[in-house]
């Protein structure tokens, strides 16, 4: 079985942390010459697969060994090449006709950076040039260059030390480790890739199934067949991504003609983009841990095109598309997910986010804002009671949420838990009473 752990690195000294990004940014340097040789060769003879093996990476290996290690400096070499071979294995799907998975022409792999904010501080690491010591001080050590040794007067491995503890502490076999720097909150990061035996891999009670919304308003509407349910809110970070759409916008109103774009316009838009995956990828994280805790196995996500064409209105459509790159974030949140061992299953069948709980009908309903109302005198959050329905109709048994849902606000750093919403009891038994919260008794009447 194979594993994924993901940890926050702290270098234990100022010049460990100035050796460190150093080795990181030769890395990337290495990545990026041998993929300019690589493109050059590629754009030149148009597209013959061998002339992009004609690089001369021996040369280029010789040139970074002293900095890198001999062993990283052909990691990142065979990593570029794995590209490019990816690269080409896609391009030939999407050229194939009866192939219909790849619907969008690939791109060549890129460079780590860009002009404007520098090169992207990223290593990758042999896995038998690296150790890692798990324990009440965990730690990292990795292999270093004899030149960068000499310039910081260091001997040995390069020690950092690991935050937190792994999900994975027992395994037979480490891969090959990622080492990078995240800038979208400055920590230093790596990720290994272990495999566990099948013993260590079964993990006792966890068998709860969750389901999700995915909006643009609530970016995630969750219910566990626990009773459980979490609601992340989005409204401020998409007001923040629709104001600097507008400014991009403006700027671009501003351009002489002839002129599509400017430095300026494209610092927006990658800090927009940075933004976004900041958030997305801690929602992720935050929500696979708290379905971690609570035992489940399974997440199933509903498929966002079928949303769109049913019951969406146009401007939501663009609003969840552009903003959320639904793809995209499924693909974070499996991976993330992969790491606990937990499923997902993305499940495209006919969506259900405007049926009522109560009485099953679809075309009584109707929805205000973040409310959901029917005519039978149903009223409920309109995600929470979309996802408690999902759930429903995937795991065949009645999900009755249990108390109000958790609700959390991204402060541009990290996901809030603000207080549970209360419900006075008697709202959940008074079926006359009108309900809030997802106080719902999905699929008992459907
Ligand atoms: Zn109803």
Known sequence: MKRTNTFALRPLSDNGERLLRELLDASAALWNEINYERLMRYNDEDGFEGDVWDADTGKLEGQYKGVLGASTAQQVIRKNSEAWRSFFRLKNQYHDESNTSVTEHPEPPGFRGNEDDGRQLKTVIRNTSYTVEWGDRSRLEILVGSDLKDKYDHTGRLRL????????????????????????????????????????????????????????????????????????????????????????????????????????????????????????????????????????DTVYIGGLTDVLETHWSVEANAKTHNFWAFKRFTERLATTAEEYGIAIEVRSEAWTSQECPQCGSTDRTHRHQDTLVCQCGFEGHA??????????????QAVRPMAGPVRFQWDSHEWLEMSHSHRPNEQRTDPSTVQRDGNVAAGESA
């Open 383 to 396: 995600d929470l009671t979309a996802s408690a329905t999902f759930l429903a109709r995937q795991t065949e």
């Open 161 to 296: 030390e690991v935050v937190g503890d792994p999900n994975w502490p027992d395994y037979e076999q480490q891969g090959r480790l990622d080492l990078w720097y995240d800038e979208t909150d400055s920590t230093f990061r790596a990720s290994q890739p272990v495999a566990i035996s099948d013993e260590t891999q079964a993990t006792p009670l966890a068998d709860e199934k969750a389901a999700l919304d995915i909006g643009a308003n609530n970016l995630v509407a969750c219910t566990i067949t626990t009773g459980e349910q979490f609601l992340y809110e989005g409204r401020e970070l998409f007001e923040q991504f629709r104001a600097t759409t507008q400014e991009i916008a403006r700027l671009q109103s501003l351009l002489p003609e002839e002129q599509y774009s400017s430095q300026r316009i494209r610092r927006l838009y990658r800090k927009r983009t940075r933004r976004r995956d900041h958030a997305q990828a801690a929602l992720c994280r935050d929500l696979i841990e708290r379905l971690y805790d609570e035992g489940v």
